[in-house]
C-alpha cells in the first residue's frame, strides 16, 4: 500500500514514540490515527519479549491494542503511568495542545494528567504558531447542551454541536462534543478556566503544561523537541 506524505509522518513519529517504551512500564495510550503506527510498534516490540502494560485511552485504542496484543490494565489496578504516548491536533512552541479531533479528549486527559511523562506524536501540519485554527473540541453533559453552547458563544466562539454521518456524535462517557471556532487563541490556559467554570461543560481539548516531548515526523525521519526549561 502506497501512503501519502503525512501517513508516512505518522507512521515515522508514531514508530520512534515506540522507542521510548522500556521494559517493565506502564504506558498510556493515547488516540488517533498517528498513535495507530506507535501501538502496531509497540505490538511487534511485545511479541519479541518486551514487558508492559497500558492503558487504552478510548475505545478504538482499546480495539487495536488487542488487536497487536498489548497487554492491558486501568486505574483500579494502577495509580500512575510511567510513560503516555498521544497525538494532538495542534501544538504551539510552548508545547500546549488541542485535542480531541476524534473525541478522545475526556479520557486522554485522565491519562496523559496521570503520567509521568508526556510524549506527543504528529506529522508537521500540526505545530503552530497559535492554536485556534483547528476548532477547539469542547466535551458538555449532553442536557442542555443549547445552553453551555450559547455560554461558550459568549466568551466569544462559534460552537457546532459535533456529528458524524449525520447523527450526533457521542463521545466514549456518552457526553456531546461541541468544536468551537475562536478567532484566535491568545491565552490558552486562561480560556481552559473560563470554560471550566461554566456549568455544563466537562473538558476542554486544550492541553496545557502537560508535555514533556514532541515527535514530529518530517519525511522518512524525525524532529525531536524537549520541553523548555
Ligand atoms: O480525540 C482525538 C485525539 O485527541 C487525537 O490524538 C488527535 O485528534 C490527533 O489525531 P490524529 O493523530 O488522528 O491526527
Known sequence: MVL???TIQKKTAGQKAAEFVKNGMTIGLGSGSTVYWMLKMLGEQVDQGLNI???P?????E??????????????QVQRLDLAIDGADEVDPDFNLIKGGGGSLLREKLVDANSDRLIIIIDESKMV????KFPLPVEVVSFGWEVTAQRIGDLGAIPE?????GDIFVSNNGNYIL?????????????HNQLKELLGVVETGLF???TDLVIVGSGESVKIYEKKQ
Open 4 to 6: 501519502d506524505t503525512k
Open 53 to 55: 502494560k497500558g492503558i
Open 57 to 61: 485511552s478510548s475505545l478504538r485504542t
Open 63 to 76: 480495539g487495536w491494542a488487542k488487536e497487536f496484543n498489548i497487554p492491558l490494565t486501568d486505574f483500579s
Open 129 to 132: 504558531y497559535q492554536l485556534g
Open 161 to 165: 454541536l459535533r456529528k458524524k454521518d
Open 179 to 191: 468544536d468551537c471556532k475562536f478567532k484566535q487563541i491568545s491565552n490558552p490556559k486562561e480560556l
Open 208 to 210: 496545557i503544561g502537560m
